[in-house]
C-alpha cells in the first residue's frame, strides 16, 4: 500500500506555519515554486545525520596524512637548528677561554731543565741529578719496542689525528660507559703534552678548552716525532723520575736505550698510576699492567702475540728493580757543589769524579753488613765511612746504612763529637811546640777550673811518655797537652789541617768535643800519610757539556806544606804504635805500615777510627742519630773491623810502601827550619828536648808558663 507521505508528516520534519523558517534557520536552501505550482520533494535524509550539518562538515579541507619522510624532515630540521646554537655556544666558550691564553706568536716550548749526569772514574752512572731526575734521548736512539709500548696503551691513533681525537674520546666514552666507570680517558700524547708543558694540572672545562687549542698549535708547530720526544723525555714515572731515561736508570738501573721488551712494557704501563704500579712496591700490580700493554701491542701489530706471552713478567715473580745505594749519598753531595764550581746549571752536563765505583759498592756492603749483624745487638743503627787518596781525592763515600730510608749524610753534613780520634792534632800541637814522642808527662787526676777530666777506664799510669799516653788514650794527659800550648793554638793547627767547622777555645776540645763531620776529620789525617802536605778534600775531577765542553777541570791545589816533616815523622811513629799495641790493635792491612787512632765519645755514643797508609786515608763511624748510647761499642770495635776489611779491599794488588819519614818528604813549607821547628808564632818552649840531663816534664812546662 503506498501511504503518501509529506515532509511535514516525517519524523524531524517541519512543523506547520514553520517549514521556511525553519528551514531558514538550520541552512536549507529554499527551492524555487514549480510551473504546476507544488514545491519540489527535499531529498531524503539519514535518521543519523543531524541535518543539514554533513554537508558542511564535509566542506572543510581533509589534513595529510603522516608520514615517516615527513617525521625524518622535521627532525633533521630541528637537529641543525640546535646544533647551529650549540656550535655558536662552543665558539663563545672557545674563544672566551682563548682570550685568556697569550698571544699565539709567543707560545714556546719551555727548556727542560738541566740534567746533571753524575760518573764514576771509569764512567759508571752513578746517578741522574736535576729535576727531571733523567737525561733527554731521541726518539731514534730507542729500541723501537719502548714508545710502541706507550703509544698502544697512551694514543693508538698518534699519527694519525691532529693533536685532538674525537674517536678516541667516543672510545674512551663508551668504554667508561660499559665499564660503569672511568676507565680510560680521551686525551692524546699531544694534549697530554701541551698540558705538562703549558697548563696545570686542574680538571676544569677551561683547562680542556685550552689544552685543545694547545694541542692543535703544537701539531701545527712540531712534528710528529718531535712531540713523542717531548712526551717521552718530561712524561712522569713516578719516584721522581721525569723521563724516560730516569725512569730506567731508577727502576732498572740501566739506560732507557738497553731497555727488554718486558722493561718497556712496564714503564708504559706505570703512566696510568705512578704510585700504585710502582714495580718496587707493587710488583704484582705492575707485572699485571704490562701484561694489558703487551696484549694492547700486539693487537695493535707493534708486536706478535708470542712475543707479548714471552715478554709477560710473571706476577708471583717478583720484579727485580734497582736499590737506591750509598752512591746516591755522593750524588747529592756532587749536585750541592754545582753552583760553587759553575753557579747554574741550564744545560745538560757531564761530572766525572774520583768515586772508584768498585770500592764504593764494597764500602757500602761493609758499613750494612756491620750494622746488619752487630747493631741489634750493640744498639746501634747507622754507620758512615770516608776514603780518600794522598791528594784528597775522595774514592768512596757511606752517608748511612739505607739511602732509601734515610737520605742525610753522615760522613759530609753531621757534626758530631769525635772523641780521641782528635787527640793527634792536640799532640801535633805538641810537637810543634817543642815536645818529643819520648817527653815524659804524668797521668794523674787533673782540676782546672773545675774541669775534671778523667780516663775511660779510671785508671791512671803515673808518667808516661807521649807515645804511651797517645797509645793509650790518656784523657788527662791530652787536657794537660792543650792547656800547655793553649786551646786556641789547638784549633789554629785544625784549621791549618783543613779543618773549617767552628771550634770553642776551651780545653774540653782536647778530648774531641767540637763537632765535627768525618769528611773534614779523616781530610785532617791525611797530612801524615803524604809527608804533612795539606789537602783539600774533593769529588769532582772535571765537568763538561754532552757536547764536550769542559766547563771545569780540576788542577791539584791545597795549602802546601802544613806539618813539618820531622814531625810527620814523630806522629807517624806514635800513630803506628797506637795500631800495633794501643787502642786500634784490631786494625790490620798485611805488609803495610799503617798508622791511625781510635776515637769515643761519652756514654758511648760515637764510635769513630781514623786510619792511613802511604796509599789511602779513611774514617770510619758508627752510632745513632738519637744520640743514644750503644753497648761497649768503641772506636777500636767495629770501626777498626770495617777499616781492615775495607782497606785490604782497596789494597789489593799494590805494592807496599812504608808511611813517610823524616829523610823523605816534600819540600819544606816557607817558615819551617830545616830542624823541624815550626814558625816564630808558634809557641816555643826553653832548651831542646832529647838534650836535658832528665827528661822534661809536663809539669816543669805548665809550671814555666804559669810561674807556679
Known amino acids: ?109 719551555p727548556d727542560r731543565p738541566a740534567n746533571i749526569r753524575i760518573v764514576a772514574t771509569n764512567g759508571q752512572l752513578i746517578s741522574n741529578q736535576g729535576k727531571m731526575g733523567g737525561e733527554a734521548v731521541l726518539f731514534r736512539e730507542l729500541p723501537e719496542y719502548v714508545p710502541a709500548a706507550i703509544l698502544a696503551i697512551e694514543d693508538r691513533r698518534f699519527f694519525d689525528h691532529i693533536g685532538i681525537d674525537p674517536l678516541g674520546i667516543l ?50 708547530n712540531y712534528s710528529k716525532i718531535q712531540i713523542m720526544e717531548l712526551y717521552l723525555n718530561r712524561v712522569y714515572f713516578g719516584a721522581g723520575a721525569f723521563g724516560i731515561e730516569a725512569a730506567s736508570q731508577r727502576y732498572f738501573a740501566k739506560s732507557a736505550r738497553n731497555l727488554s721488551l718486558g722493561e718497556a712494557a712496564i ?16 710488583p704484582e700490580g705492575a707485572a699485571q699492567r ?51 764550581y759553575i753557579g747554574d746549571v741550564t744545560q745538560d752536563v757531564i761530572v766525572t769524579t774520583t768515586i772508584d765505583w768498585d770500592l764504593q759498592k764494597f764500602a757500602e756492603f761493609t758499613v750494612r753488613e756491620a ?117 786556641q793554638a789547638v784549633i789554629n793547627t785544625a784549621y791549618r789541617l ?27 789525617y791525611v797530612p801524615f800519610s803524604n809527608g804533612g802536605v795539606g789537602v783539600i778534600p774533593y769529588v769532582i775531577t772535571s765537568i763538561q757539556t754532552t757536547e764536550g765542553e769542559i766547563l771545569y777541570q780540576n788542577i791539584p791545589a791545597g795549602p802546601g806544606q802544613v806539618i813539618a816533616p820531622q814531625n810527620v815523622e814523630m806522629m807517624n811513629d806514635m800513630l803506628s804504635n797506637a795500631i800495633d799495641v794501643g787502642t786500634g790493635k784490631r786494625a790490620h792491612l798485611a805488609n803495610w805500615q799503617i798508622a791511625g787512632k781510635t776515637g769515643t765519645t761519652q756514654s758511648n755514643r760515637d764510635a769513630l777510627f781514623i786510619g792511613y797508609s802511604a796509599n789511602l786515608t779513611t774514617g770510619v763511624w758508627v752510632g745513632n742519630d738519637d744520640n743514644s748510647s750503644m753497648k761497649g761499642v768503641g772506636g777500636g770495635t767495629f770501626p777498626a773491623e770495617i777499616w781492615s776489611a775495607y782497606m785490604t779491599r782497596a789494597h789489593e794488588g799494590l805494592v807496599p810502601a812504608n808511611l813517610p819519614n823524616g829523610n823523605s818528604m816534600p819540600q819544606l813549607l816557607d817558615g819551617f827550619s830545616p830542624d823541624g821547628l815550626p814558625p816564630q808564632n808558634v809557641p816555643q818552649q826553653n832548651g831542646t828536648p832529647g838534650q836535658q840531663e832528665r827528661p822534661r816534664t809536663l809539669v816543669d812546662l805548665i809550671n814555666e808558663l804559669f810561674g807556679n
Open 498 to 524: 783543613g779543618i773549617s767547622s767552628q771550634i770553642e777555645p776551651v780545653p774540653s776540645i782536647s778530648l774531641g768535643t767540637a763537632g765535627i763531620s768525618l769528611l773534614e776529620l779523616t781530610g785532617a
Open 371 to 487: 750494622v746488619s749483624i752487630n747493631g741489634e745487638e750493640r744498639n746501634f743503627s747507622q754507620g758512615a765511612l770516608v776514603s780518600m787518596t794522598t791528594d784528597g781525592a775522595v774514592k768512596a763515600i757511606v752517608g748511612g746504612v739505607d739511602y732509601s730510608d734515610s737520605q742525610f749524610n753522615r760522613a759530609v753534613s753531621a757534626r758530631r763529637q769525635s772523641g780521641s780520634a782528635f787527640k793527634p792534632l792536640v799532640y801535633l800541637t805538641a810537637l810543634e811546640a817543642g815536645f818529643t814522642p819520648d817527653t815524659i808527662v804524668e797521668d794523674a787526676p787533673l782540676d782546672y777550673e773545675g774541669w775534671q777530666p778523667k780516663n775511660y777506664n779510671g785508671e791512671y799510669a803515673g808518667d808516661v811518655t807521649l807515645r804511651d799516653a797517645l797509645t793509650f788514650s790518656l784523657n788527662t794527659v791530652a787536657a794537660r797537652l792543650a792547656i800547655a800550648v793553649s786551646p
Open 267 to 282: 714503564l708504559a704501563g706505570l703512566l696510568k698510576a705512578p704510585s700504585r704500579l710502582s714495580p718496587d712496591k707493587n
Open 171 to 220: 672510545r674512551a666514552a663508551l668504554g667508561n660507559i660499559q665499564a660503569g666507570r672511568v676507565t680510560a680517558g680521551g686525551s692524546t700524547i699531544t694534549q697530554q703534552v701541551a698540558k705538562n708543558l703549558f697548563l696545570s694540572p686542574d680538571q676544569t672545562l677551561g683547562r680542556k678548552v685550552q689544552e685543545a687549542l694547545l694541542a692543535l698549535w703544537l701539531e701545527q
Open 1 to 109: 500500500m503506498d501511504i503518501k507521505l509529506t515532509s511535514d508528516d516525517r519524523i524531524g520534519g517541519s512543523k506547520s506555519g514553520a517549514s521556511k523558517s525553519g528551514a531558514s534557520k538550520r541552512g536549507g536552501k529554499k527551492r524555487p515554486a514549480s510551473k504546476s505550482g507544488r514545491g519540489k520533494a527535499e531529498p531524503k535524509k539519514s535518521f543519523f545525520s543531524g541535518g543539514t550539518n554533513t554537508k558542511k562538515r564535509n566542506s572543510k579541507r581533509k589534513k595529510k596524512p603522516v608520514t615517516l619522510f615527513g617525521i625524518i624532515v622535521k627532525l633533521t630540521y630541528w637537529l641543525l637548528v640546535l646544533g647551529i646554537w650549540a656550535g655558536i655556544g662552543v665558539a663563545a666558550i672557545v674563544a672566551y677561554y682563548a682570550l685568556q691564553l697569550p698571544a699565539s706568536d709567543s707560545w714556546a716550548v
Open 290 to 340: 704490562a701484561r694489558v700493554v703487551l696484549k694492547a701491542m700486539a693487537e695493535v701489530g707493534y708486536i706478535s702475540t708470542q712475543e707479548a706471552e714471552a715478554a709477560a713478567i710473571d706476577p708471583n715473580q717478583r720484579i727485580r728493580t734497582r736499590v737506591a745505594g750509598a752512591e746516591y749519598y755522593v750524588a747529592d753531595w756532587v749536585e750541592s757543589l754545582m753552583t760553587s
